[in-house]
């Protein structure tokens, strides 16, 4: 009777950790992209939606009345990475990284301000430290590197093989992710790594800090996420729940969420401290690339590979985190120019999205 009521609890155990409400049907699909969607982000402000894709363009979204605003060329090859400076203070900056051997920087006016070339192989992570001073940038072959944002220079290279994912710390710690399953941790001007977090038992894909810089989540091909405490280096939950490994990583502005993507075909949703499972978001690709989360808590933005298409696009749900909201699409004024306090200037292409059928 005792081994009963034992497995008994275990069972129950088991259910709860891995109980979650799944939803297969967004509110909105993004389109316009030729080719597979590769990276997605909110603006800071949650007005704007970012993708970036092999067809080799950024394209701007409304995040709310969901119009392509804007398109960004530039690179030559697919467009793999996306990140945003915290523009505390100070005027926003977008990164982008690409399969054309470059990392380019641009305004919020969608002016190239940067153009870091002169890698042999694809840029496959980036990242801006907290103050907006230095932009990270990472590479198979050609390890880190660290450029100055005031003059455009490299500042520091430190050789570290087959880098995968970047996230810096406010104390200007800089943990990197590569094939090893340890998270190599940096702070310049130290010439060798400062320390190593152990916990994965897989390659490390994607690392994440949050808002405030009080944590660290990381995603690894052993099909877990895991929750650091940045300062302290300690663990605070392991997120079980994929069926494969664990590609991308989104924090709530809030610190009260996590989203993971992964090459299950799944994004799920956790609680960041407890580590609770609370929503997966099934049934629109495969191989998850990534993920973003509104700093309302109110969406979740998904990237993923489709099939058998040639308008790929960004699919954004209901987080079911907060009430959902309900917004018309707007119609364009005369002229075909849509109305919008646009961070970039004059939309080039506005196509309305499309909503799924039966929604």
């Known amino acids: 009777m005792k ?11 088991g259910c709860q950790v891995f109980a979650q409400t799944v939803i297969t049907k967004p509110k909105f699909i993004y389109p316009g992209h030729s080719d597979l969607v ?15 894709s092999w067809d080799k363009n950024v394209h701007m979204y409304s995040a709310d009345s969901v119009w ?36 380019k920087g641009w305004d919020s006016t969608g002016m190239l301000k940067y153009d870091f070339v002169g890698y042999n192989t694809a840029v496959t992570a980036i990242a801006f430290d907290f103050a907006a001073k230095n932009l990270y940038t990472g590479s198979a072959e050609q390890g880190l590197n660290m450029y100055d944002l005031a003059t455009g220079e490299k500042k520091r290279n430190m050789m570290l093989p087959n880098i995968n994912a970047i996230a810096c710390a406010k104390d200007g710690q800089v943990f990197i992710g590569t094939n090893d399953p340890a998270i190599t941790i940096i ?36 099909k877990t996420a895991i929750v650091w405490e940045a300062a302290t280096k300690k663990q605070i939950a ?10 991308c990583i989104a924090i709530s502005r809030d610190e009260k969420y996590v989203v993971t993507g992964s090459n ?12 609770k499972l609370l929503y997966s978001y099934e049934g ?11 700093p309302d808590n109110s ?36 002229g075909g120019t849509l109305t919008s306090d646009s961070l970039l200037a004059l939309p080039e292409r506005k196509v309305p999205a499309i909503k799924p059928k039966g929604h």
């Open 187 to 222: 702070k310049f001007p130290a010439a060798a790594p400062t320390g190593t977090l152990v916990g994965h038992s897989g390659p490390i894909n994607a690392l994440e800090i949050s808002y405030s810089g009080k944590y660290l989540v990381s995603g690894s091909s052993d």
């Open 68 to 103: 392509l605003i804007k398109k960004i060329g530039g690179h030559n090859a697919a467009i793999t990475q996306i990140a945003f400076s915290r523009p505390r203070n100070k005027p926003m900056l977008i990164a982008t990284a690409s399969k054309d051997f470059s990392v």
């Open 284 to 294: 629109y690709g495969y191989n998850v690339r990534s993920v973003a989360i509104s």
């Open 264 to 275: 299950d075909g799944t994004a799920k949703v956790w609680e960041l401290t407890t580590g």
């Open 238 to 247: 392991v997120l079980k729940g994929h069926t494969w490994k664990v590609t």
């Open 299 to 334: 969406k979740i933005a998904v990237a993923s590979y489709e099939r058998n298409t040639t308008n790929h696009g960004v699919r954004v749900y209901d987080s079911g985190l907060v009430a959902p909201t309900s917004v018309p699409l707007p119609e364009p004024e005369k």
């Open 38 to 52: 590769e990276g997605v982000a909110f603006s800071p402000d949650g007005k704007y939606l970012f993708s970036t």
């Open 3 to 13: 081994k009963q009521l034992i497995a008994l609890a275990f069972l129950i155990m």
